[in-house]
T-cell receptor, first 111, second 113 residues
Framework: QKEVEQNSGPLSVPEGAIASLNCTYS??????FFWYRQYSGKSPELIMS????GDKEDGRFTAQLNKASQYVSLLIRDSQPSDSATYLC???????????FGKGTMLLVSP | DGGITQSPKYLFRKEGQNVTLSCEQN?????MYWYRQDPGQGLRLIYY???????QKGDIAEGYSVSREKKESFPLTVTSAQKNPTAFYLC????????????FGPGTRLTVT
C-alpha cells in the first residue's frame, strides 16, 4: 500500500464548479497535513495546512481532515482556469523525520 | 524579501561530469531538503539536513552528495555515479520541528547528455 495516495487524474471540472481532491494516508498517527499546488514546470507552493479533524477554510479553498478514516481532502470552490495545476498532498508520519508526499492529482479547469 | 534561491535555473552537463546545484535560504530555517522530480512523478527525497554540519540520506541518495557548512546554504553535488541525473531538482526548507511545512525554491532543471 502506498503511504500517501492520490488519484493521478486528470480531474476535469468546468469553470465555476467545485473541484474535490482527495488523499489517503497509511499512518493513523499522522499529525500534520499539507496541500501544495504545482504549476507545470514550476516548484510546489504551499496553499493549505491542517492539523485537527474538521474543515479549514481559506478563501476559495477548504481542507477537510478525517483522521479516523485517514483521509484529507481539498475543495476548491468557484474553480478558475488558473487553478489548473497538479495538487500534492503531504503528510507528517510518525515514523519519518520529513514529510511524505503523494504523487499529486492533476486538475484541469475548462472555461 | 525572504525566500529560497536556487541557481542556475537550467543546467547542461556532459555525462561523466560532476555538477553542483546551489540552494540558499534567508528564512532562518534550520532544516533543508533536496528532492528530485521526474516527468509525471512525485517528489523523491535525496538528502535532508536538520542542523548545520549534519545531514541524512533520503530515499535516493546514491550518486549524490551534500554539505551543510552554513545554516543558509545546502549545495547538492550530482556525481558521475548517478545513472540517470537528468531531472528537475527542488530545494526546500522548514523550521526545525518535525512535520513542519516545507517551502520550496524555484528549482533547477538539469540535463545531462
Amino acid at each position: 500500500q502506498k503511504e500517501v495516495e492520490q488519484n493521478s487524474g486528470p480531474l476535469s471540472v468546468p469553470e465555476g464548479a467545485i473541484a474535490s481532491l482527495n488523499c489517503t494516508y497509511s499512518d493513523r498517527g499522522s499529525q500534520s497535513f499539507f496541500w501544495y499546488r504545482q504549476y507545470s514546470g514550476k516548484s510546489p507552493e504551499l496553499i493549505m495546512s491542517i492539523y485537527s479533524n474538521g474543515d479549514k477554510e481559506d478563501g476559495r479553498f477548504t481542507a477537510q481532515l478525517n483522521k479516523a478514516s485517514q483521509y484529507v481532502s481539498l475543495l476548491i470552490r468557484d474553480s478558475q482556469p488558473s487553478d489548473s495545476a497538479t495538487y500534492l498532498c503531504a503528510v507528517n508520519m510518525r515514523r519519518y523525520s520529513t514529510l511524505t508526499f503523494g504523487k499529486g492529482t492533476m486538475l484541469l479547469v475548462s472555461p | 524579501d525572504g525566500g529560497i534561491t536556487q541557481s542556475p535555473k537550467y543546467l547542461f552537463r556532459k555525462e561523466g561530469q560532476n555538477v553542483t546545484l546551489s540552494c540558499e535560504q534567508n528564512l532562518n530555517h534550520d532544516a533543508m531538503y533536496w528532492y528530485r522530480q521526474d516527468p509525471g512523478q512525485g517528489l523523491r527525497l535525496i538528502y535532508y539536513s536538520q542542523i548545520v554540519n549534519d545531514f541524512q540520506k533520503g530515499d535516493i541518495a546514491e550518486g549524490y552528495s551534500v554539505s551543510r557548512e552554513k545554516k543558509e546554504s545546502f549545495p547538492l553535488t550530482v556525481t558521475s555515479a548517478q545513472k540517470n541525473p537528468t531531472a528537475f531538482y527542488l530545494c526546500a526548507s522548514s523550521m526545525a520541528q518535525v512535520g513542519r511545512e516545507q517551502y520550496f525554491g524555484p528549482g533547477t532543471r538539469l540535463t545531462v547528455t
